[in-house]
T-cell receptor, first 110, second 115 residues
Framework: GQNIDQPTEMTATEGAIVQINCTYQTSGFNGLFWYQQHAGEAPTFLSYNVLDGLEEKGRFSSFLSRSKGYSYLLLKELQMKDSASYLCAVYLGGYQKVTFGTGTKLQVIP | GAGVSQSPSNKVTEKGKDVELRCDPISGHTALYWYRQRLGQGLEFLIYFQGNSAPDKSGLPSDRFSAERTGESVSTLTIQRTQQEDSAVYLC?????????????FGPGTRLTVT
């Protein structure tokens, strides 16, 4: 079966850095997505990691370790608008299917 | 270009009625997913279509739920004899499955309320 774990909720201060972790146990792993979902809106794509290492995209970076089944999303210089849910999702080979974790609700406080 | 569209955006129905939700994926996207999201909850996978392969129906919660997709075009999700627990936002997403770009593009969702 597939198992994807993320913390349910996190709180961080405006201007700070926050790391949201995701661990997974899946078969046929191809890559890992991070999505952002603001309340009442559809998820939007943030990043896709296939190879081990850190990929940086502006204030957001995503890290993957395939051997450890581990990823994190790093948000720097937090802004109030970053308050949202962050969804980790695994792309499985073979059937080419994406499976989502339950998401981490991040609250940014002043 | 147009993104994923869904209709209706909102649907209020009485318990026991059937409803049909529609999803228009991005043209050329071979993969199409339906998800259910209850208030404050994560995405619950319902069904997955990939090209002409048999759909993955493993997420459908009961036999009251069914979905169809003709080729790589429009998909409809049908819920028969709706129950109050079916109230949720139903999200559709489409993606490519070749060329190295597999990100899902989500539609705005259909908010279903069963009274």
């Amino acid at each position: 079966g597939q198992n994807i774990d993320q913390p349910t909720e996190m709180t961080a201060t405006e201007g700070a850095i926050v790391q949201i972790n995701c661990t997974y146990q899946t078969s046929g792993f191809n890559g890992l997505f991070w999505y952002q979902q603001h309340a009442g809106e559809a998820p939007t794509f943030l990043s896709y990691n296939v190879l081990d290492g850190l990929e940086e995209k502006g204030r957001f970076s995503s890290f993957l370790s395939r051997s450890k089944g581990y990823s994190y999303l790093l948000l720097k210089e937090l802004q109030m608008k970053d308050s949202a849910s962050y969804l980790c999702a695994v792309y499985l080979g073979g059937y080419q299917k994406v499976t989502f974790g339950t998401g981490t609700k991040l609250q940014v406080i002043p | 270009g147009a993104g994923v569209s869904q209709s209706p955006s909102n649907k209020v129905t009485e318990k026991g009625k059937d409803v049909e939700l529609r999803c228009d994926p991005i043209s050329g996207h071979t993969a199409l997913y339906w998800y259910r999201q209850r208030l404050g909850q994560g995405l619950e996978f319902l069904i997955y279509f990939q090209g002409n392969s048999a759909p993955d129906k493993s997420g459908l919660p009961s036999d009251r739920f069914s979905a169809e997709r003709t080729g790589e075009s429009v998909s409809t999700l049908t819920i028969q004899r709706t129950q109050q627990e079916d109230s949720a936002v139903y999200l559709c997403a489409s993606s490519l499955t070749s060329g190295g770009t597999y990100e899902q593009y989500f539609g705005p969702g259909t908010r279903l309320t069963v009274t």
